[in-house]
C-alpha cells in the first residue's frame, strides 16, 4: 500500500513540475510567444495537432475506463465472456475512418501553410524607378557566428541582425563550411543552411525589439554542427521602417574614427594583427573570413554569447579557443610575435572595439 503511494506522490510531483515547466519560455526566445505572422501561423497548427491528439487519448483513456468498470471481475464473476466483435464491419468501419478524417484535419492546413511560407516570389518585385521593394537579407552561417548581407543596401553586418516590422523580410540561406539551421523561435520554424545549395523563405515581426530585455529577440543555430553549436546565437533588433532606413544609412555612410589616444593605440594593433580577417566598415560585400565589426560597439554580447562588457572581450581576443571551442579565429600568439597581448595591448584593443558604432 505505502509502495502504490509513493509511486502517485512521484507522478503528482512530475506533473506539477510539468505545469511550472511549461511557464518557463521567454517572450524574446520561445515559440510560445509568436511575435509575427509565419510564428502565429505555426503556432495555431501546433495548437491544433495538440488538440487533435489530447482528443485521441481522452477518447481512448474513456473507453479503457469504461471497460475495466463495466466488465470487473468483481461485478459480473470469473466465468464471464464479454460478447465478441472480432471480425466487425461497423467498428473496423469506425477505427479506420476516424484516423483518416484526423490525418486530413491535420494535413489540409499543415499544407497550406508549408506552401505560404515558401512563397517567395515577392522578393523579386520592384517599384517603379526598379528598386527592390522588400528587405532581402543573405544569411550565411559560418563556425561559430553569423553573417548577414544586405545585397539592395550594399551592407554587411554580423551577430546582430537588423530588420523592419511589419512587413515581410527573404532570406537567403547558406553556410559556409558545415550545415547549420537559422531559427529564430519567436518569429517561426528553423530553415537549413546548407553548403551546396540556397534555402529561401521569409518572417515577419510585428513588434518592435526595444523593450524586451537586452533590446532583441534571440536566434539559434537548430542543427548540431560542432563542439561550439550551443553558442551559436545571434540577436535580432526589430524596429519601424524609418528607424531600419536609418540605421542602413548609418551603415553606408558611418567611417570608424579612433578616438582618444588609447583607441588610436588599439587602432593600429588592429591594423597590423586583425584587420586581415575584420573589416570595420559595414559598406562592401559578404564572404570576410572573421565577423564584420562596423557596429561591434553596439553589440549586447562578445562571441555572440558573452556580456559585452571590456573584461570579456579582453578574454576573448587572448584565448578565443577556451571559451568557443573549435572556432576558427587565431589564437593571438599567431598574431603577436608567438605571446598572447599584454594587458596595455588588450586595454588598447577594447577601447578600439568598442567604439566601433553606426548607432551612438
Request: hydrophobic share 45%; charged share 20%; proline share 4%.
Amino acid at each position: 500500500m505505502m509502495k502504490g503511494l509513493k509511486k502517485w506522490r512521484l507522478f503528482s510531483l512530475l506533473a506539477a513540475l510539468t505545469i511550472f515547466l511549461s511557464g518557463c519560455g521567454e517572450e524574446y526566445l520561445s515559440t510560445l510567444t509568436p511575435a509575427g505572422e509565419v510564428g502565429r501561423d505555426q503556432f495555431n497548427l501546433l495548437l491544433l495537432t495538440t488538440a487533435i491528439m489530447a482528443l485521441v487519448i481522452i477518447v481512448v483513456v474513456v473507453i479503457y475506463l469504461l471497460a475495466i468498470v463495466k466488465f470487473r471481475r468483481s461485478k459480473l464473476g470469473e466465468d464471464f465472456i464479454p460478447k465478441q466483435v472480432e471480425g466487425s464491419h461497423t467498428l473496423e468501419m469506425i477505427w479506420t475512418i476516424i484516423p483518416i478524417l484526423l490525418l486530413i484535419l491535420i494535413a489540409v492546413p499543415t499544407v497550406y501553410y508549408t506552401y505560404k511560407h515558401a512563397d517567395v516570389s515577392a522578393m523579386e518585385e520592384v517599384d517603379e524607378a526598379g528598386n527592390k521593394t522588400a528587405v532581402t537579407v543573405n544569411v550565411t552561417a559560418k563556425l561559430y557566428w553569423w553573417e548577414f548581407e544586405y545585397p539592395d543596401l550594399g551592407i554587411v553586418t554580423a551577430q546582430e541582425l537588423v530588420i523592419p516590422t511589419n512587413e515581410k523580410v527573404y532570406f537567403n540561406l547558406t553556410a559556409a563550411e558545415v550545415k547549420h539551421s537559422f531559427w529564430i523561435p519567436t518569429a517561426g520554424g528553423k530553415m537549413d543552411t546548407n553548403v551546396e545549395n540556397v534555402n529561401q523563405f521569409y518572417l515577419e515581426f510585428d513588434k518592435e525589439s526595444a523593450g524586451l530585455k537586452d533590446g532583441v529577440f534571440y536566434g539559434k543555430c537548430a542543427e548540431l554542427c560542432g563542439p561550439s553549436h550551443a553558442l551559436m546565437d545571434f540577436k535580432v533588433k526589430t524596429v519601424d521602417r524609418a528607424t531600419f532606413n536609418a540605421w542602413a544609412e548609418s551603415m553606408k555612410t558611418t567611417v570608424p574614427v579612433a578616438e582618444g589616444e588609447l583607441a588610436t593605440q588599439g587602432e593600429e594593433i588592429f591594423n597590423t594583427s586583425c584587420i586581415a580577417c575584420h573589416a570595420t566598415s559595414a559598406d562592401g560585400s559578404a564572404g570576410g573570413m572573421g565577423p564584420n565589426l562596423a557596429s561591434f560597439g553596439d553589440r549586447n554580447r562578445v562571441a555572440g554569447f558573452m556580456k559585452h562588457d571590456v573584461e570579456n572581450l579582453k578574454n576573448w581576443i587572448n584565448d578565443p579557443q577556451k571559451y568557443k571551442p573549435g572556432n576558427i579565429m587565431p589564437q593571438p600568439e599567431t598574431l603577436n610575435n608567438g605571446e598572447k597581448f599584454n594587458e596595455e595591448q588588450l586595454d588598447a584593443l577594447a577601447e578600439y572595439l568598442m567604439g566601433l558604432s553606426v548607432e551612438k
